[in-house]
């Protein structure tokens, strides 16, 4: 077994010490002991190497987060510097410190005005437990204390704690003890699966009027708020019709009821704009934010909170009972600054929105719109779904789907590409720093996998 230059211990030695101490995420752990995990030892820009020096193109960003690709010094350095002057600190006992502040500033000096106080957390979990307790607290405050119905959507995804799994939509997850009182669900807005003989359009409406639905049923009395993704992450990249927001965001405001956008995995310069929900063109009530905020150098998160929602907790809230040891850390609050401050000043966003985006979106379509084994390629940014479908033109799906992408995504692992199946698409989102050259990359070595699961499957 070769050993790559960052290690004296032999892959093996490293699976069989994991396999003895770990469960990890979303998988057979006996099934994974069996097979070996990959022990990834190093990162530059988008490529990572294993133990064994195999190099991989990360189409993943790591979880969607790692914006500024790996081997970032400057972000390094914030680390280490702050580290050295006050390591720790944290937001109880009348206390605070200068990079949360600073942080603080920088933040808010990028997202629309509508925006003034942020809740830091550890990470995207965190920050929607803290949104469900936020948005009941508000409500008690106003005097309506009755309004604590939470409506998320199927298939949505906020997280791994108790209730972020609630609040999200994966059933499997609720059959492990996932949920709480008072959450409720619609539908999602994946029009490839559920659309009957409606255009896009009418489709996006009608789902988005599901949500009135749900509101009536309950009582508009009873609902403090709708927490969604701008577009669903974790549930298959899907990309919501062009009229699904505004008309989402017409309902929430007839019947008080706030709007949350999850914007864990779309925030900070996925689509192109810093924020995703500015894609899609609404204005929600409350922004939960991780990943990109730091580009995964060191956990983050944090729950923002409109002017209206602020002001009535500080003016009038009394004792907000929540808190974190670790909120605001210090160290964390100096990587986020150097990383938004990386993403501000190289121009990285604008060079999303501008080039390096439409260049994704643009290859993805040419190499794959024609492509037997795919029904559809959606994506926006740095972004992007390919829709497995037994027959395109009826948008009938394979019975079998999960089986095929799972197969694509290990075929991809062979040729040296990171990118992730869910239900039956394939999804990417590189590194915001990626070049056109890294994109084709991507493109060409997505395709390889893809056509090797096509010729599997008797379809090429």
């Known amino acids: 077994m070769s050993i790559s230059p960052e290690t004296s211990r032999t892959t093996t030695d490293y699976q069989a010490a994991d396999a003895a101490h770990h469960i990890h995420a979303f998988v057979d752990q006996k099934a994974l002991n069996a097979e070996g995990p990959r022990v990834m030892v190093k990162g530059d820009r988008l490529a990572l190497w294993d133990n064994d020096g195999k190099r991989y193109l990360d189409g993943m960003s790591g979880l ?32 605070t410190h200068p990079a949360v502040i600073e942080l ?12 003034s106080h942020a ?104 609902v403090a708020a709708f927490v969604a993704e701008p577009f669903q992450g974790a549930g298959g990249m899907i990309i919501p019709p062009s009229t699904y927001w505004p008309e989402i965001q017409r309902i929430c405001r007839k019947y008080d009821v706030l709007l949350c956008a999850d ?47 602020a002001e009535a907790l500080v003016e009038k809230g009394g004792v907000f009972a929540h808190g974190l040891t670790y909120s605001g850390h210090p160290v964390a609050a100096a990587v986020a600054i150097a990383n938004l401050k990386a993403l501000r000043d190289e ?11 439409p260049y994704l979106q643009n290859c993805l379509r ?64 590189p590194a915001l720093v990626a070049t056109r050259l890294e994109l084709d990359e991507l493109v060409d070595k997505t395709r390889i996998a893809v056509d090797r699961t096509a010729r599997e499957y008797g379809r090429l």
Not at 121 to 131: I, K, P
Not at 266 to 288: C, I, K, N, V, Y
């Open 64 to 95: 969607w987060c790692t914006n500024l690709g790996y081997g970032r010094k400057d972000l390094a350095a914030a680390a280490s510097a702050q580290l050295e002057q006050l390591p720790y600190y944290n937001m109880f006992f009348h206390t």
């Open 104 to 115: 603080s500033e920088l933040l808010f000096s990028l997202l629309p005005d509508h925006y």
């Open 119 to 222: 809740i830091y957390t550890n990470s995207g979990s965190e920050a929607n437990e803290v949104l469900i307790r936020t948005v009941r607290k508000f409500w008690q405050v106003m005097g309506k204390p009755e309004k604590k119905v939470m409506i998320g959507r199927w298939n949505g995804y906020h997280g791994s704690t108790l209730a972020a799994t609630a609040l999200g939509g994966m059933k499997f997850m609720h059959e492990m003890g996932g949920t709480i009182p008072d959450v409720a669900h619609i539908d999602e807005p994946y029009w490839f699966a559920h659309e009957g003989d409606l255009s896009p359009e009418a489709f996006g409406l009608r789902a988005a009027r599901q949500l009135e639905e749900k509101i009536l049923e309950l009582g508009a009395d009873t």
């Open 263 to 309: 914007e864990v995995i779309g925030g900070f310069g996925r689509t192109g704009e810093w924020f995703a929900h500015q894609t899609f063109g609404f204005e929600p009530d409350t922004l939960s934010i991780a990943k990109g905020l730091t580009s995964g150098y060191i956990p983050m998160g944090g729950l923002i909170l409109s002017r209206r929602m």
């Open 347 to 357: 121009g990285v966003v604008t060079q999303v929105k501008t080039d390096t985006g």
């Open 366 to 429: 040419e190499v794959f719109g024609n492509h037997p084994l795919v029904g559809e390629v959606q994506g926006v940014g740095l972004v992007a779904a390919l829709q497995f479908a037994e027959d395109k033109a009826t948008r009938k799906r394979f019975a079998n789907e999960n089986d095929i992408a799972w197969r694509c995504r290990t075929l991809g692992f062979e040729e040296g590409i990171i990118i992730r199946s869910t239900l039956g698409r394939m999804i990417m989102a």
